[in-house]
């Protein structure tokens, strides 16, 4: 069974700062999407990044990065520039084989300081 | 355009009761999924519907029940309601079937089982 795992309950960031959040997961696929969700504190889940597991190269979208090492099964999202409205909860999600389940880690807490 | 919307906002029943959730899509999709996020928790798959089929079932009881209509609306049922069951429930929809597919999620029902 596939299985994702965010290490970081909680982290905090200075605005304009950088900061890395950690996600690993566990699979026996060999195709797969990675996902980064983000659930601001009035609730509603957006879409920040996607990571096609056959693509070596890392997505990018804007302040937005992921880190992907394959073999490794890491998958780490990083925040340039940190704006305070990036304060958000942040879930990492796994989705692979035939089940169609897209599986969500346990999320991190991202409280951007001024 | 209009998000997905979900209604009612707030639900509060007691145990052995049923409860129906509501969500409309965005116009235009016709795949609608169901999750549950226990608080603290990531959300948890319940299921996906698309063009009125069940195309996804995540590892939940039997009184957990959903349907789509015709416009793409879709319902989730709970039968014999137990205090475990006090989530906030989340609908997302996406133009096509797969959650590999960017999902757009509702503000979410939240429900109390007391």
């Known amino acids: 069974a596939q299985t994702v795992t965010q290490s970081q309950p909680e982290m905090s960031v200075q605005e304009a700062e950088t900061v890395t959040l950690s996600c690993t997961y566990d699979t026996s696929e060999s195709n797969y999407y990675l996902f980064w969700y983000k659930q601001p504190p009035s609730r509603q889940m957006i879409l920040v990044i996607r990571q096609e597991a056959y693509k070596q190269q890392n997505a990018t979208e804007n302040r937005f990065s992921v880190n992907f090492q394959k073999a490794a099964k890491s998958f780490s999202l990083k925040i340039s520039d940190s704006q305070l409205g990036d304060t958000a909860m942040y879930f990492c999600?796994?989705?692979?084989?035939?089940?169609?389940?897209?599986?969500f880690g346990t999320g991190t807490l991202l409280a951007v300081q001024p | 355009d209009a998000g997905v919307t979900q209604s009612p906002t707030h639900l509060i029943k007691t145990r052995g009761q049923h409860v129906t959730l509501r969500c409309s899509p965005i116009?235009?999709?016709?795949?609608v999924s169901w999750y549950q996020q226990v608080l603290g928790q990531g959300p948890q798959f319940i299921f996906q519907?698309?063009?009125?089929?069940?195309?996804g079932r995540g590892n939940f009881p039997d009184r957990f029940s959903a349907r789509q209509f015709p416009n793409y609306s879709s319902e989730l049922n709970v039968n014999a309601l137990l205090l475990g069951d006090s989530a906030l429930y989340l609908c997302a929809s996406s133009f096509l079937a797969g959650t590999y597919n960017e999902q757009f999620f509702g503000p979410g029902t939240r429900l109390t089982v007391l």
């Open positions: 116009s235009g999709h016709k795949s």
């Open positions: 999600a796994f989705y692979g084989g035939a089940t169609n389940k897209l599986i």
């Open positions: 519907y698309y063009e009125k089929e069940e195309r």
